[in-house]
């Protein structure tokens, strides 16, 4: 089975601008989350979606955005870049977020310039 | 507020030895989830631990969980040098959804 995939794998963009990112789950797979991990903050949950809907958020300003598609594909976006949005943006879905195991992709490297 | 916390942040150690990785969390907890990260990767799942007294093993890697105390290990035994990373414990609660809580993460370093 193809694990979680992500593009595009690496960004660089300059402050003011914005960013859209993509995540296709494990097949099946109907939970998709959003993390973001960076040096100094670790690992922060951003967002999560099911079945189109965005069923929780975390702390994250509201330049900070997401969707899901019918076939569980994720799109998250971030509108007026900063510099401190540089970081690793790590997809991960999982079965019917019941909390169970979530497994994530290979990640999106977003450079904010 | 669900907080996470790891300790040692940064473990050098030689081969063949043992250690323990500790995780302790602030309010109860539903799951707990040990992840590997190597350097400029993603996260592999390692473990899940559902209840109290729970432990599982992979290999050298051995975690256990006391929800009494809030707190989780993961002991290593004889490392390798394969065993280089960071590892990530993270918990959920009912009352957070599915969202996962993660600990800063313990570098290991394992030295021929």
């Known amino acids: 089975k193809a694990g979680v995939t992500q593009t595009p794998r690496y960004l660089i963009k300059t402050r003011g601008q914005q960013v859209t990112l993509s995540c296709s789950p494990i097949s099946g797979h109907r939970s998709v989350s959003w993390y973001q991990q960076t040096p100094g903050q670790g690992l922060q949950f951003l967002f999560e979606y099911f079945s189109e809907t965005q069923r929780n958020k975390g702390n994250f300003p509201g330049r900070f955005s997401g969707r899901q598609f019918s076939n569980s594909r994720s799109e998250m976006n971030v509108s007026t870049l900063e510099l401190g949005d540089s970081a690793l943006y790590l997809c991960?879905?999982?079965?019917?977020?019941?909390?169970?195991?979530?497994?994530f992709g290979p990640g999106t490297r977003l450079l904010v310039l | 507020e669900l907080k996470v916390e790891q300790n040692p942040l940064f473990l050098s150690m030689q081969e063949g030895k043992n250690y323990t990785i500790y995780c302790n969390y602030s309010?109860?907890?539903?799951?707990l989830y040990w992840y590997r990260q190597d350097p400029g990767k993603s996260l592999e799942s390692l473990f899940v631990l559902l209840s109290n007294g729970a432990v599982k093993q992979e290999g050298r890697l051995m975690a256990s969980l006391d929800t009494k105390a809030r707190l989780s290990t993961l002991h290593i035994t004889a490392a390798v040098h394969d065993l280089s990373a960071t590892y990530f414990c993270?918990?959920?609660?009912?009352?957070?959804?599915?969202?996962?809580?993660f600990g800063a993460g313990t570098i290991l370093r394992v030295k021929s």
């Open positions: 993270a918990v959920s609660s009912m009352e957070y959804g599915n969202k996962l809580v």
């Open positions: 991960a879905s999982s079965l019917d977020g019941n909390q169970e195991t979530q497994y």
């Open positions: 309010t109860t907890s539903d799951r």
